[in-house]
């Protein structure tokens, strides 16, 4: 079975929609058949269907991301509470050590994202790692300060996304490689990811699982969640009838 | 002495701009050198065998054993001078015949 390629970062500026469409269309020449834009939360839902059928048209499966930043954990719940029902993708940028422990416990939260280059601000620890494992959260790397960072700074990058991606690797953490880009220029091949994420230290079957088999497994996850016929995990409706 | 193995790299340059040989070339050579560090560099075996401004194509060389360094150099390059470039490997093969075959399919 063929390969499905999926890039759940992509950033375009959504009030531009011939911007939105040359980075739908890019991404599918490039190779992904799945892609994820970062929604703002008040979105309406006649937008994301305009923008999926702009994503139908160049043969790509659009999924519906929202970036939760939240100042405080119980910022968070409650972000959680009122969003989880309306994106496919729910990414946590952890800017505290409270809130990225709460984000890698609760089960409603996909992505933990870790901006922050100064090292002492990076929360994905063993501790961290534990939680997130015993959740759903996969542990998401941004391949865009890689290619824009130089010098020192790089370095630093580099070094802490090889200790994070080897704690990841350790406790069973789902790693997801996205470009979070909001530029054509920056985009790459699935494959270019991945070559990428063996600057730091990741084997390449690992990072082609980060840039595929890893990220479908999120949407698909949800996807099948937020369908009507989804009862509970393991439970879905098959059929609707009359009792026997 | 052991046979050298080699790969050749079909290159598509996405930019807008045009560059000659020569600033591709060095553009290349310093995304190795930037990662890698002149030891690194010095194992790769870089050569550009074809290059094609007007339809924005290249055809390197590379060692077997430095394929995946220069695929993650090539990656990431992100400007020739001053310009935006993304370049993009459409082919790798370990004949140029069999590259061209390829790639003209």
Redesign the interface.
């Known amino acids: 079975m063929k390969r499905i390629y999926a890039d759940l970062h992509l950033y375009p500026n959504l009030k531009d929609s011939k911007h939105v469409s040359q980075i739908i269309s890019k991404a599918s020449k ?1 190779g992904y058949r799945l892609i994820a834009i970062t929604f703002p939360s008040n979105l309406t839902e006649e937008e994301i269907r305009r923008l999926r059928n702009i994503s139908k048209e160049a043969k790509i499966d659009l999924a519906s991301r929202v970036d939760l930043k939240p100042k405080t954990p119980e910022e968070l719940i409650y972000n959680l509470r009122k969003l989880r029902r309306r994106f496919e993708i729910i990414a946590v940028i952890c800017e505290s050590k409270n809130v990225a422990r709460q984000a890698a416990k609760d089960r409603r939260v996909d992505l933990l994202n870790f901006p922050s280059l100064d090292f002492r601000r990076r929360f994905f620890d063993k501790a961290e790692a534990e939680l997130a494992s015993n959740g759903l959260a996969s542990l998401e790397i941004a391949i865009k300060p ?3 960072l ?1 010098g020192p700074a790089r370095i630093r990058l580099l070094s802490n996304l090889r200790r994070e991606a080897a704690i990841a690797k350790d406790f069973h953490v789902p790693i997801v490689i996205s470009s979070g880009v909001s ?1 054509e ?5 699935p ?3 991945a ?2 994420a ?2 730091f230290d990741l084997d ?1 079957a690992s990072a082609i699982e980060a840039v595929s088999k890893n990220s479908v497994a999120i949407v698909k996850r949800n996807r099948d969640k937020l369908s009507s016929r989804f009862v509970a995990p393991g439970i879905r409706l098959i059929r609707r009838g009359k009792d026997c | 002495m052991k046979k050298v193995r080699r790969r050749y790299l079909a290159l598509e340059i ?2 807008g701009e045009l560059f000659d040989s020569r600033e591709f070339l060095d553009a290349v050579w310093s995304a190795v050198l ?2 890698y560090g002149e030891y690194g560099a010095s194992r790769v075996g870089l050569a550009l065998i074809d290059y094609d401004m007007e339809k924005r194509f290249a055809v390197i060389r590379t060692v077997h054993t430095a394929v ?1 360094m220069v ?2 150099a ?3 390059m ?1 400007r020739i001078g001053n310009k ?3 370049i ?2 459409l082919r790798v093969s370990g004949t140029i015949r069999s590259l061209y075959t390829k790639t003209k399919k």
């Open positions: 490039l890689l290619l824009t130089e530029d220029t920056l985009m790459r091949k494959k270019e990811l070559a990428l063996s600057l390449e | 996405d930019s930037k990662l995946d695929r993650t090539l990656a990431s992100t935006p470039v993304a993009h490997i």
